[in-house]
């Protein structure tokens, strides 16, 4: 590694990016190409000699970029954002240049204490009950994303039941969701040995706007027992993945308590919105929960990944997580004074991940990071209206944060196809879902889909940090353009 060299490479990587970032809307949002593309552009095996930075970056702008679907895009309103800012990238930079690897304290104390400092801070800022930050006896942890999270949480609440009614009873351990969860969960319950057979999946309904059914919950819960079942762990969502619905923390956490299972919270998404007065009730609750996790790199300006975790019990993730070989002993960790890391997660090693953030909450500041969620929301309000207005459309879900779920309504594509009332409703689906297709097919734009209740609906998500007004407008015809192809053709 020659500094000189570093320094001459470096420049030119960051004007590449800065010149990526000048064209990004002369770009398809949405890849456009084909399976195998660039396996038939790039040569059989590595190059046997050192090629130049030049060379490499033409290759870039030539071979890969087309390949690359453009998340950052200001027209980039699919799934969920992954919000980047210059702090979250310089942060990210900053914390790979360093290269250390800091697993325990001793092995780089700065990156551990820097992460204590910006869970506290950033706790403080959502509002957090004490007991979730180190100050009050909790603490969190950055880890890459919610399944890791969930995964570490699932094994603690594991061990934990486990040690009070013996592993061999790891058959009898259920955990709850609602049919809204994201997948992660029950991606992870499986990894951690919970019997696929036990995850009690409660359905949601359009009366409740998708929220989990406190009263199904508990009923589930009874049952259970009755049947000999353990329950273990309840994952309630603040900001659904399909509709960015709100599940009710303060009774799910009220019956948690009553029968004594974890309550982990999934605020990947809509977490970030928290930072906002307005948008803290959403959390209402939170004291009753065991752990918290959002991801920072969704909607907080962070890069991928970084998903922070608070939990009330450090000790039950060091319990379930913590192991002492040898060559890692040292003093600090003797002493009980410090966090080590690797006793908080699944995995050994692990980056530098606050400082990407520490440089996101000190070079924004609270007023302006509430300023750009406050953007996105004011945006997605603005579409909604742009929606609401056109009679052909209709509204699927409550917009709670920056997501707006419509479709076209059955009237309009009825009338379009002179279809009978029952024939309609059975072409609703198919036509959105060809909708969406074409939309992201002609890369102006690109949304996504969710399936709710049987209704195939689609999802105009705001995050990206260049999205401005212009951009909703410009989405809004492209809309409209492919829905009055659609419905004309039909
Ligand atoms: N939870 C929710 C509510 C999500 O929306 C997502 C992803 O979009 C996840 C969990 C999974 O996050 P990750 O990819 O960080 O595991």
Known sequence: ?????????????????????????????????????????????????????????????????????????????????????TAGFLGEALGTGFGIVGFNWISSPAATELENVVIDWFGKMLNL????LFSGG??????????????????????????????????????????????????????????????????????????????????????????????????????????TAVDPLNPICEIAKEFGIWVHVDAAYGGSACICPEFQHFLEGIEGANSFSLNAHKWFFSTLDCCCLWVKDPNALIKALSTSPVCLKN????????????????????????????????????????????????????????????????????????????RISPLAIMKSENLSRNEGEEEVNEINKKLVESINGDGQICMSHAMIGGDFILRFAVGASLTDYRHVDIAWEVIKDHANSLLNAS
């Open 129 to 132: 009950p004490n007991s979730f």
């Open 331 to 406: 003093r600090a960790t003797e002493s009980k004074l410090v966090v080590d890391y690797k006793d908080w997660q699944i995995t050994l090693s692990r980056r530098f991940r606050a400082l990407k953030l520490w440089l996101v909450l000190r070079s924004y500041g609270v007023e302006n990071l509430r300023r750009f969620i406050r953007n996105h929301v004011n945006l997605a309000k603005y579409f909604e209206g742009l929606v609401a207005m056109d009679k052909r459309f209709e509204m699927m879900a409550i917009r709670n944060f920056s997501v707006v779920c419509f």
């Open 138 to 243: 909790g603490g969190g942890v950055l880890q890459g994303t919610t399944c890791e999270a969930m995964l570490s949480v699932l094994t603690a609440a594991r061990d934990q039941m486990l040690r009070k009614i013996g592993r061999v009873n790891i058959e009898k351990l259920v955990v709850y969701v609602s049919d809204q969860t994201h997948f992660s969960l029950q991606k992870s319950a499986q990894i951690c040995g919970i019997n696929p057979e036990n995850i009690r999946v409660i359905s949601t309904s359009k009366e409740t706007q998708f929220s989990f059914p406190p009263n199904s919950l508990r009923s589930a819960i009874v049952e259970d027992i009755e049947a000999g079942f353990i329950p273990l762990l309840i994952c309630a969502t603040i900001g659904t993945t399909p509709t």
């Open 1 to 85: 590694l020659d500094p000189e060299q570093f320094r001459k490479q470096g420049y030119k990587i960051i004007d590449f990016l800065a010149d990526y970032y000048q064209n990004i809307e002369t770009f398809p949002v949405q890849s456009q190409v084909k399976p195998g593309y660039l396996t038939s552009r790039l040569p059989d095996s590595a190059p046997y000699n050192p090629e130049p930075i030049e060379t490499i970056l033409q290759d870039l702008q030539k071979d890969i970029i087309p390949g690359l679907t453009h998340w950052q895009s200001p027209n980039y309103f699919a799934l969920f954002p992954c919000s980047l800012s």
